[in-house]
C-alpha cells in the first residue's frame, strides 16, 4: 500500500497532462516530533557489603549483607526510572545510515513528502547535489476510512462569441481531518504510532488555453496525538512513543530537478 500521508484530490485532466505539465510534483519538507520513553536502571551496583563499586554499573536491584559482631543486616533494594529518548529527523537519518547504509553522512539531506499529481504523498530524503532516495519502506503511513472535510469549489466557464474565446476559471480549497497509523520499520525495530492527520489543499491552475488545467497542491498537514510502540527485533523489550509530525505546504517542483538534487 502506497503511503498516504495526507489527502491530495486531483483534477481529471491530470492525469492525461501531468508529463508535460508546468505541474510536475510538490515536496514538502517533515519534522518529526517524537518521544520514546521505556524504562531503566535506577540504582549503582553495589558489592556484597553494600558499598558502591568504583564503576559506577547501573542496576535494577542490589542483595547484600553487613556482619558485625552484634548483629547481621541483609537488604535488597530495587529501583527503576524511565528515561526519554527523543526522534527527530536527525535520529531518522542515522537509522539510514547506520543500519540500512543508504547514505554515509547524514550532513545536508532533508526528509521530505514527495508528491505526483493524484498519487499519495511518499517519503524522500533529499540533498542538494545527491540523487534524492525514496525511503518509503522505512517510513509510511495508512488513513483510515473514516474522515471529515470541509470542501469548497468552484467552476467558471465563459464562452465569448465574437470574438471566439473561451476562459475557464476554476477555484477551491479543502481540509480534513482523519486517523492515521505511521510506521517506521528498520531491521532493529518496529515503530507504529496512531493519531489524527490535519490537512489542507488548495486549487491551482497551470498551462493557458486548451492546456489550461487545476491541480490540488497539498496545504501544510499535522499528524497530531500520535501514541504508540516500538518493539525490538530481539525481544527485549517494547517501549512507548508519543508526539506529533508536521508537514510544510508542498512546494511545487520539477521532478527531474528533484531527482537530481539540483
Known sequence: MKPNLWKNTASALTAMLAASSLYAGS???????????????????????????????????????????????????????????????????EALRDEIGLIDDIAGWSLVFLTEGDQAGVA???????????VSQYLYGVTGDEIAIQDT??????????????????????????????????????????????????????????LQYSEYIPGAGNMKNLAGTAEFENGDETTIVEGSISVAAGKIVNLAAFFAGS
Open 27 to 93: 515536496v514538502a519538507s517533515v519534522t518529526l516530533r517524537l518521544t520514546e520513553s521505556t524504562t531503566a536502571e535506577a540504582l549503582l551496583a553495589k558489592d556484597e557489603n553494600g558499598k558502591a563499586l568504583p564503576a559506577k554499573v547501573p542496576v535494577f536491584e542490589n542483595d547484600f549483607s553487613v556482619v558485625t559482631s552484634s548483629q547481621s543486616v541483609t537488604t535488597y533494594e530495587y529501583g527503576s526510572k524511565i528515561v526519554t529518548y527523543k526522534i527527530s529527523n536527525k535520529e531518522f537519518l
Open 124 to 134: 524522500y530524503i533529499s540533498k542538494k547535489g545527491a540523487t534524492a532516495i525514496d
Open 153 to 210: 469549489y468552484k467552476y467558471v466557464l465563459t464562452e465569448v462569441f465574437n470574438p471566439e474565446k473561451i476562459t475557464l476559471k476554476e477555484t477551491g480549497a479543502y481540509k480534513s481531518k482523519e486517523l492515521i497509523a505511521v510506521t517506521a520499520e528498520f531491521p532493529s525495530s518496529t515503530l507504529i504510532v496512531y493519531g489524527t492527520l490535519e490537512s489542507s489543499g488548495r486549487l491551482q491552475t497551470f498551462g493557458t488555453g486548451e
